[in-house]
Each structure stands twice: as structure tokens, then as C-alpha cells.
């Protein structure tokens, strides 16, 4: 028996109907998540597909515009003339119910980030789409590209439903072969993506993708994965990309593919491809605009089409500016095309000072991403004064700092990779000063698990492990390593007589200079030498991924819904790109299959068989806990991360922005503003 856990399945179970209403002659409420006005709740909170709103409200939903979306339409380069607004949406648009009240369109949302791959998810998030979301309790997944899905009983086929009529920002249909083109033509090509990404594998082996028809499309997994689910309702990472639009250059799709490209100046038809998508999934990194400026006369579109809210209509090393996608599937229950706002501006400042300036000057609408809680009580002075709110929300993920394990050096490698010196770095630093001085005693202090919150199965032993203050013992384990201090200036030296000395290279975009600072006196207290210096996030990325630093610092951590779904933090290096990682020549040597790096110790592929099985097994069972507290014991146990405080974060945003709902954690592991439903927003007249 197939697990039908879509709108249909639902609804039958609910004894409705999904006919379309006929006979109808009210115009429909126009609800709100504040006042239903009577009409029962969906199947899923705070939305309705078309026909069962219609059904539930008993009326007949007329469809309106933004009176601006042609000169919208028209900044997007490559875009034909707009048809009608019910030729663009799709037969069956998903139908929004507002926090607070319906909105009004115009303006422009202004945003700002750290640098073109710095800083940038909470804007992503704001236009962000994907085959379904969590909704805002980050409990429930709800429908949002596709209509429905449906597991089938050993969770080893997973199958979406699409829309009938949606299409892509330039007007092409979207269909199933775009799901499947985006699995294997772009993800599986490794002349496009070099390694596939965790999260497009089970257990390290390919799935399959069958197109059944145009709106039905099935992956089929090599063993049960049941949080590949989730991963859709939380990750960055889209599950379709338009075939039309890149098959046309890719060399598997089209067989003119890079003569069609060298006409355009171009090598081949795969530098094509990877210009729009960037040889990565990230949907930041820069564009044709920014890249190939003197060449895109001879490309079809300045970007890619999309489905998300806003498109991309010009970018420069200062900003981006996006409109209102003419094609989006969203409407309210009032029957007007999402989103409300026109524009977004997106402008780039990689200093702390810089952004809480423009915060104060109320010259941005919304920010959470690179705000540490240090800077909440110079916001709260001004937020009456500048009309701005500051909320406090927990994180899921606490700032850690991971010791280089496989460090270039071979003398630090041996030091780094003794988990005695990591016991000890780890009891020098005084966790509860952390709280005090960076936090404002409104955190716990902990040790990394890399599961956020924690589940039953991580003890509390864990969660303190040698996270108590204790210098002396540092001092002991560090004599006790042979890293004591040989010739008598205070600092302690590598066995053999080098100095020794750790420098923290952090970006403040993933952990706060304030904590940084305090456990590089820490370490210096118990005779460590410890610089710390600021530098950006792409530099901090670029010189992490070449395997450059001492220590590697980022907040780090998932709920266990996210890592059913993606093993990343359990795979050499223990994160992607973006993230805090370790273990660089582990990795290699992994992917090298031991061509290269250096062989992990026989932990790491306990790890990795466990994650694996972890992934196939029904959580909540015995066998789930027992393989996920071994995970811990591992992964803790070993202090791969070395974790300090787990404390909220301030959340910033205007008064002038309506139905904002205040989010229930300041975190990127639900992809920050996703589940709250930001194409609602809309901006005040007064």
C-alpha cells in the first residue's frame, strides 16, 4: 500500500471532495491566518490548493494582478510580451492565507548581505522555492512546487505530484523533465558538478528519476531514505532546473549543443551551462551578468529562468536588484498573484559597523543572517527612534571550533590529530565567561552534538563532555602530548622544539568576533600562543577548503529531521563549502579512494556506515537510537568540533514591513525565512 501523504490522500481520508465548485456566485472571503472568517483550515496550515479553498469558502476565486508587473516583466531580459494572468498561472495555483491581512502591492524590499556569496541566504530564503517547505511550526511539510507526494511502503520510491499549467519566470512550461534534467544532467554530470552532493545520493549510491508523464515524477532510491522528504522542505538546493532553457546547450540533451555555443563565443556547450549554473548549487554564486558582461548580447537570457518570487535583472560587485517573477504559482485568498512587493535590492557591506548603521538608518527592511546577540543592545536603543523591532529567537546551531586534524604541517598534523590536545583546548575554554561576556548569561553552554536540539538517544554525558573549565587539567594534557614550553618564554612548543603557535582567521558572518577573542585568551592562558584575526567569509571558505587553517570557527549543528535527509556533517570533511569543516585530507583521500591525503582513523568509517544505516532506519525505533547515540559518541567523543554556547540571536525588521511573522528560531537549518512565507510581505504606505 502506497503512504499517499499528499493533498489527494488527504482529503479523501477527509471525506472531501477536490471537484471544482460550480454554481457559485459570492466572491470569496479573503482570510487571514488572524481571522478564517469561518472557512475551515486545509488539509495543510495556512494554505489551500485551488479547488478545495474554492470548496471550503463555497465561492468562486477571481484572479487579480500587480498593475506593474508588464514594466516588471519587461526588465527581464529575454522575456516575451506577458499573456493574461490566468495563462500564466498554473490550472491549480497554491492558494495563501496572509498572516495579518491582505496585502497591497509596490515598492522595493531592501536587503543587505556580506559579499556575492557572503551573507546572501536570507535573501535567498526570501524568494527561495522547492518541491515542498516546512511550515512555521518546523514540524509540518506542506506543499509548495508540487502539489502533492507519496511514499511507497519501504520509503524506496518517492513520488511528486506537479501543477498542470505552471511555468517557468519566461513563460515555459515546468514539467517533470525538468526534475529529472536537474537529477541527471546537471547534479550527475561531473562535467557540471565534479562530486554529487550527499544529499542527491543514498548511502553514497545514485537514485533514479522517472518521468511518468508532466506532472508526475518518481525517484527511486537504492535503500529507504525517508528524510529525503525533509531535505527538500529545508535545503538550498532546488530539485529542477529548466531543460529547456540549459538543455539546449548541454551536450546530452542537444547534439548541436556546443556549436550552438561556440556561435555564442563560448569554448562549448558545457561552459554554457556551468556559466548559468555556476558548477555549484548554490543559486548565488554570479551570474552571466557579472561573469561574461561583454557577452551577453549572445546568450538567450542574462540568467536562467526561475520559479522563485523574484528574478535576478542586474548584479555588480555591490548589489543585486530583482523584480516580481510575472509567472509565480502563489495567490491570495483574495485571488492576487504573489508577491506583493515589486522590487528587491540587495547591496553588499562586509563590515559589522557598516550593516548596524544601515540598520539604525532604517535603510534596510529586514536582517538576520550575520547578526550576533553583541549587537542587539545598540539596536534596541534605537529601534523606537529608527522604527524598527528586534526580536530574540534561539539558534539550533552553536558556535564551534574545529582543530585541524589533517593540518598541512606535519608537525601540528601529529599535535592536532591527538585527542588529548583537542581534551585540553576544550577544558581551557571558560565557557561560562563566554555566556557572560558575549551572550549576556542568555545561553547554555555545551559541547558540539551534531544533533540540534538534542534527541532522546544523546546523553547528558555528551552534551558535557570535557566542556567543564578546568586549567589545570589542560595544562596536564598538554604536558602530557609533549606540547610544554621548551625554552622558557611562557609559550609552550611542539614536541619537537618548533614554536607553536594557533592562529584563528574567523568571518563574523558565522561566529562572533567577541567569542573568538575570548577563547584565543583561553588558550593563551594555559600557554598556547593564540593570534585571532577578522577576514571575510570567502576568504575564510577558499583558505578552510585548501586545508590552510589551524582551527576552523562557524556555528555549527541540525535537527534530526534535516540529517535523515543529508549526511553531510557525518562524510568527510564533515560539512559543505558553507559550513565548518575538518578533515580536509580525509576526504581526499576518501574520494581519492587513498590516491591521495591521508587514511581516517577506523572511527570515521564507523561514522559513515552509521549514517548510512542511520538514514534507512524508521526513527524512534531501538535500532535508530543505538546507531544515533554512536554517531554522537564518535563525532562527540572524538572533538572533532569543539563546542561553547548555545544562545538566540537577534532577528531586525522594520515596522514598515507587514506580515512579518516573528520566526521560531533564528536559524539557516529551516533556510531561515522559507517557512514563513515572505512573498506575503508587503511594505506600508505610511
Not at 468562486?60 to 516588471?72: A, R, T, W, Y
Not at 557572560?436 to 558535557?464: C, H, I, N, R, Y
Amino acid at each position: 500500500m502506497m503512504k499517499r501523504n499528499s493533498l489527494y490522500g488527504a482529503l479523501a481520508v477527509a471525506g472531501l471532495s477536490l471537484a471544482v465548485v460550480t454554481g457559485v456566485q459570492a466572491a470569496c472571503p479573503a482570510i487571514t491566518v488572524a481571522d478564517s472568517m469561518g472557512v475551515a483550515a486545509g488539509v495543510f496550515p495556512q494554505q489551500y490548493e485551488l479547488s478545495e479553498f474554492e470548496a471550503a469558502a463555497n465561492c468562486k476565486l477571481e484572479f487579480s494582478e500587480n498593475p506593474s508587473i508588464g514594466d516588471l516583466n519587461a526588465k527581464i531580459a529575454g522575456n516575451p510580451a506577458l499573456p493574461a494572468l490566468n495563462d500564466r498561472l498554473p490550472e491549480e495555483p497554491l492558494i495563501v492565507a496572509p498572516y495579518d491581512m491582505i496585502g497591497t502591492y509596490g515598492g522595493t524590499l531592501d536587503m543587505i548581505s556580506n559579499a556575492l556569496e557572503a551573507g546572501t541566504s536570507d535573501l535567498l530564503s526570501v524568494r527561495h522555492v522547492n518541491l515542498v517547505r516546512f511550515a512555521d511550526d518546523l514540524v509540518t511539510i506542506v506543499p509548495n512546487i508540487a502539489k502533492g507526494w507519496e511514499w511507497n511502503d519501504d520509503f524506496t520510491q518517492l513520488t511528486f505530484f506537479l501543477r498542470k499549467g505552471h511555468k517557468w519566470s519566461n513563460g515555459d512550461p515546468f514539467t517533470g523533465a525538468d526534475v529529472e534534467f536537474w537529477y541527471e544532467n546537471l547534479n550527475m554530470d561531473t562535467n557540471v558538478i565534479a562530486k554529487p552532493k550527499d544529499y542527491v545520493l543514498v548511502g553514497g549510491e545514485p537514485m533514479t528519476v522517472d518521468v511518468l508523464d508532466d506532472q508526475t515524477v518518481r525517484f527511486n532510491l537504492p535503500a529507504p531514505k525517508p528524510g529525503l522528504l525533509a531535505h527538500f522542505a529545508s535545503h538550498y538546493g532546488q530539485g529542477f532546473q529548466s531543460k529547456k532553457f540549459l538543455g539546449q546547450f548541454h551536450p546530452a540533451i542537444n547534439p548541436e549543443a556546443d556549436k550552438l555555443a561556440q556561435a555564442a563565443g563560448f569554448e562549448n556547450g558545457y561552459e554554457v551551462v556551468n556559466l548559468y549554473y555556476g558548477q555549484s548549487d548554490w543559486t548565488d554564486t554570479p551570474t552571466p551578468l557579472l561573469r561574461v558582461p561583454d557577452k551577453l548580447d549572445n546568450l538567450p537570457a542574462h540568467v536562467m529562468p526561475s520559479l522563485e518570487s523574484y528574478v535576478t535583472i542586474a548584479e555588480s560587485t555591490e548589489g543585486r536588484h530583482y523584480v516580481a517573477n510575472p509567472y509565480f504559482h502563489m495567490v491570495d485568498t483574495a485571488g492576487n498573484q504573489l508577491p506583493y512587493i515589486d522590487d528587491q535590492d540587495e547591496t553588499m557591506a562586509n563590515d559589522d559597523e557598516v550593516r548596524i548603521l544601515k540598520m539604525i538608518n532604517g535603510e534596510i527592511h529586514y536582517k538576520l543572517q550575520s547578526l550576533a546577540l553583541t549587537m542587539a543592545p545598540v539596536l534596541l536603543d534605537n529601534a523606537d527612534e529608527g522604527k524598527f523591532a528586534v526580536e530574540l529567537r534561539p539558534e539550533i546551531a552553536l558556535p564551534t571550533f574545529g582543530i585541524n586534524v589533517t593540518h598541512a604541517d606535519p608537525d601540528k598534523r601529529v599535535v592536532f590529530g591527538d585527542l588529548r590536545f583537542r581534551q585540553a583546548m576544550s577544558v581551557a575554554i571558560n565557557r561560562d565567561e563566554i555566556n557572560e561576556v558575549a551572550f549576556f548569561d542568555l545561553g547554555e553552554t555545551k559541547q558540539f552534538v551534531p544533533f540540534s536540539p538534542s534527541p532522546d538517544f544523546v546523553s547528558e554525558e555528551m552534551e558535557q563532555y570535557y566542556a567543564q573549565f578546568d586549567p589545570d587539567l589542560a595544562k596536564k594534557l598538554l604536558d602530557e602530548v609533549g606540547v610544554v614550553d621548551q625554552n622558557g618564554d611562557g609559550a609552550r612548543d611542539l614536541p619537537n622544539g618548533k614554536k607553536l603557535v594557533i592562529n584563528l582567521q574567523f568571518a563574523t558572518q558565522g561566529i562572533s568576533s567577541v567569542v573568538v577573542e575570548l577563547v584565543a585568551q583561553h588558550w593563551t592562558n594555559v600557554g598556547i600562543e593564540t593570534t585571532a584575526k577578522e577576514v571575510t567569509p570567502d576568504e575564510f571558505r577558499s583558505a578552510q577548503s585548501a586545508n590552510q587553517l589551524d582551527v576552523m570557527m562557524w556555528r555549527k549543528g541540525q535537527p534530526l529531521a534535516l540529517i535523515l535527509g543529508n549526511a553531510e556533517q557525518f562524510l568527510p570533511p564533515f560539512e559543505n563549502y558553507f559550513g565548518v569543516r575538518n578533515g580536509m585530507l580525509w576526504a581526499e583521500y576518501i574520494d581519492s579512494e587513498g590516491a591521495s591525503g591521508i587514511k581516517p582513523p577506523d572511527w570515521v568509517y564507523q561514522v559513515i556506515d552509521d549514517i548510512n544505516a542511520f538514514q534507512s532506519t524508521p526513527a524512534g525505533t531501538p535500532e535508530s537510537a543505538a546507531l544515533g547515540a554512536r554517531l554522537v559518541e564518535n563525532i562527540t567523543g572524538n572533538l572533532l568540533f569543539i563546542g561553547t554556547v548555545l544562545a538566540p540571536a537577534p532577528i531586525y525588521y522594520r515596522n514598515v514591513l507587514q506580515n512579518f511573522h516573528v520566526f521560531k528560531t533564528a536559524s539557516y537549518e529551516y533556510y531561515r525565512t522559507y517557512p514563513y512565507r515572505p512573498q506575503q510581505w508587503f511594505l506600508a504606505k505610511n
